[in-house]
């Protein structure tokens, strides 16, 4: 009996010591198709493209374990800097490379096949926004939630932007016509699609605003502790079917269904 006490722990000891664990943290507000539900607690069930894409990833990755946590965008980012989490999902910018590690080419530029996600954000608003935008009847008033790293893309002269504190206090404005509209989810790499709250009442406005790349970043002290791990996990991430996953949550909503992979 010893013996066998002796043989388990000895195989658990060697498991942990094999694994690494990775603290993911993500936004606690509702933002489908990449965050479902709003609050501190992780959704057993649908818990958004980005985080099934995440836990699959964590699936086929044997030497690695993913712990996901939810707090305010803002906190995510200050818990990373001071190496209270290890990962985050994010856009590149290059303010932000100085606290979190991107996937990179040999010459140093960001390796955009690495991403985890390629969408396309489109002015979003009722049919007679699309004839102003054609008319040029500027400016327009624009409701988006705090911290959209798309609006500083828009040119100032031409919005007037409306801070909300979430995703659907600005289409409520949007609804009741108090601005003109908003931001929202229109293409996922090559497809079209309406990928925004209330697309029955709302259109998007072509082309896109903005193509934004979000990337699985970690934070310079995991990377340098783990950097094989790093690089796997990013390697693992190109060769995975992502728009499957943005796709079927788009149009599957009340019933989706993983991917196979």
């Known amino acids: ?22 603290t993911v943290c993500y936004e606690d507000k509702h933002a489908p198709p990449f965050f479902v539900g709003s609050g501190f607690d992780v959704p057993e069930k649908r818990p958004g493209a980005t985080i099934e894409i995440l836990q699959s990833l964590d ?10 946590v939810r707090k305010p965008w803002q906190r995510c980012l200050k818990d990373i800097k001071n190496n209270k989490v290890d990962a985050v999902v994010a856009s590149y910018r290059p303010e ?49 939630p705090r911290g959209y790293a798309v609006l500083s893309t828009l040119q100032q002269e031409l ?8 995703q659907e206090d600005a289409y ?48 310079k002290e995991f990377t340098e502790q783990n950097p094989d791990v790093a690089q796997s996990l990013w390697d693992q991430l190109g060769s995975m079917p992502l728009h499957k996953y943005y796709l079927d949550y788009v149009n599957n909503p009340d019933n989706y269904k993983l991917p196979r992979y």
Request: charged share 15%.
């Open 159 to 166: 919005y007037r932007v409306i801070l909300t504190d979430s």
């Open 59 to 68: 699936r086929h990755v044997s030497t690695v374990r993913m712990v996901f």
């Open 96 to 144: 932000r490379s100085r606290f979190l590690q991107f996937p990179k080419n040999l010459d140093g530029s960001i390796n955009l096949s690495l991403a985890i996600s390629m969408l396309g954000t489109c002015l979003v608003g009722k049919e007679g926004l699309a004839i102003d935008i054609a008319n040029r009847n500027f400016p327009l008033s624009l409701a988006a």
């Open 1 to 22: 009996m010893r013996f066998l006490t002796v043989v388990l722990f000895a195989i658990f000891s060697s498991f942990a010591s094999a694994t690494t664990f990775i």
């Open 172 to 219: 409520q404005l949007v609804l009741k016509s108090l601005v003109d509209g908003s931001l929202g989810l229109c293409k996922i790499y090559d497809e079209q699609i309406a990928g925004f709250p209330h697309s029955d009442q709302l259109q998007a406005v072509y082309p896109p605003v903005d193509i934004s790349y979000g990337y699985l970043a970690l934070s």
